[in-house]
């Protein structure tokens, strides 16, 4: 079913994470769309925000500098809009265990912040919330659906788990309209590269464009699945759109999988160079590696009608194309 | 399996909630074991603890003022400590409700706080968590077992659970010796009666003791196991004393389940007079019940040998009469 989008034409939108790599290619397509969009980012330099990733659309959509943190900043933003794409968050799994407060204040707190802030000002708004299939854990059978236990292996899973669920709770308890997509590996144009904070595939591509080698770890051969930005873009607008998706949670995810190794060896083969390296696992993340991973994302398909329309080396393609033209955005070569 | 305790003789206890219901009884047989006692209180006068809970052994443990949520405090108490029973804990699942912040930094941000100390300052202690059925929801079958899954339905529900997942993280992760107890209606001496912040059933002993008439909610037919405070401190213990539960989480329960008006009329008899009247769901309150409920607590009488011992009407009598002979200490007449 193609998605016209023609509901956000016109409508006051805000995103939180807005600046980061999810928030900035949403308000994109929301700018095609017509919307009228606020977007709030904290820039803390270790998270996704970069105000690179808006230089197309910079002059057609509102910035608004502020941490979801600030019960203060949240309550006045929240106020009037038609819809809240919720996506500021604390992504990294390492970070979430050696600070797990500061995990737990962004991820959990703030979000509490964020559904008081609504209960109080804008009941009627509309609430997509970005989960993460981390809260899982290691999956107990393969494709993960939503009715598989959850069962999260590290700070930030559990804190997001608790995030999510506050925004059901406040569409069971208050009728605030939230709903919650459980997002696997997004990947694409935009995304942070610098580090593994938000993605391991970025640090991958900024090391096959150094011409590096490409670390994998552990065996190589742990399954994964993979949206390209767009058709997560796709999935939130449709959360957005549809009185379906109220008090919901959905998986995202792909029915094309596929091992950490063949996707270095396509990294490599669509990059025509470089290389891999298979290397042992760091203790840190194999305390906290969740094994094979790919989601069943029927749910959503039935309900909103959203299935995966880039295929990986279609959107990896686009994605090295991006860096290699833009890399000076993205990282310091000297680093 | 008779449980002896030895083990605690000598040792070093460190109880969170200390002058609490549970916390207080735990160290009143602590006391009888021979254990050095500090029991950590806020004394916020809307939670649990009560120094009257303690008058008989109060020369024979240190007790030290502080709130879970004072990290320092927290990180200056936890050292040298054998053992640590984490109890302290906002239990009103209303004012997780109207207070959802505060419920969140008591519940969650400060279990991570007191594992990081505990992960810093004293690794090697072993830690029984407090946790609670609430995190089960509404039970989508009976008995409800460590299994069923989790889907809490208030925000004290969700952060009860991410404490307990701290819990069982650090285990797994740090191999920090924390195991959970997920604890249904306690009861007995010591709990808070002045209102329904701790146990409904505080509150009907107390109407039944002033005379007045016992309110049920509802229909009265809501299914409930409940379990003498000897019995869970018996649990707490046999926890503690244990390698077999690192890591765990056990349900604690009864197989002796009972619905609302038919304890409602079993407190009536063994009160010899008064009587109770079905009243509506306060609105509120109905948006976050959990209908039916009883545990399987198999689990941890096959792992730790622990079973209810106290029946309902024996355990019912010495409440009623404990709070007939102290009611000065536990309410204020006027009120």
């Known amino acids: ?17 807005g600046l980061g790599f999810i928030g900035s290619s949403l308000a994109r397509r929301l700018v095609a769309l017509g919307a009228k969009i606020t977007l709030v980012d904290s820039l803390i330099p270790e998270y996704g925000g970069n105000l690179f990733n808006i230089h197309d659309i910079r002059d057609r959509v509102a910035v608004n500098i502020a941490d979801v943190r600030d019960p203060h900043a949240i309550a006045s933003l929240v106020k009037g ?80 788990l608790a995030g999510e669920w506050y925004h059901l709770l406040y569409h069971r308890v208050y009728k605030i309209r939230a709903c919650a ?17 938000q993605t391991f595939l970025g640090v991958w591509v900024r090391q096959l464009i150094e011409g590096k080698p490409i670390q994998v770890f552990g ?12 058709d997560v873009v796709d999935a939130l607008l449709r959360a957005a759109a549809g009185a379906a998706s109220d008090g919901q949670v959905f998986n995202l995810g792909n029915n094309e999988h596929i091992s950490l190794r063949e996707l270095a060896e396509l990294l490599v083969r669509l990059n025509r160079g470089g290389r891999y390296e298979i290397v042992p696992f760091p203790a840190d993340r194999e305390a906290i590696d969740i094994g094979d991973y790919y989601s069943d994302f029927s749910k959503i398909q039935t309900a909103l ?31």
């Open 305 to 335: 009608g959203w299935s995966p329309k880039i295929s990986l080396p279609d959107g990896l393609a686009q994605t090295l194309e991006y860096y290699k033209q833009h890399r000076a955005h993205y990282w310091d070569s000297a680093s």
């Open 181 to 197: 997509l459980r997002l696997t590996n997004t990947y694409g144009p935009g995304m942070r590269v610098k580090d593994a904070r």
């Open 219 to 230: 065996s190589g051969g742990q399954q994964r699945d993979f949206n390209f930005i767009d």
């Open 1 to 17: 079913m193609p998605f016209d989008g023609e509901i956000f034409s016109g409508s006051d939108v805000l995103v939180t994470g």
């Open 81 to 160: 809009r038609n819809f809240l794409f919720n996506l500021a968050g604390q992504t990294s799994h390492l970070d979430s265990m050696t600070d797990p407060l500061t995990d737990l204040n962004i991820n959990a707190a703030a979000q509490l912040h964020i559904l008081e802030a609504c209960r109080l000002h804008n009941p009627d708004v509309k609430i997509v919330f970005a989960s993460t299939r981390q809260v899982y854990g290691r999956p107990q059978y393969l494709p993960v659906d939503e009715k598989h236990p959850v069962d999260p292996v590290d700070v930030n899973g559990i804190n997001k």
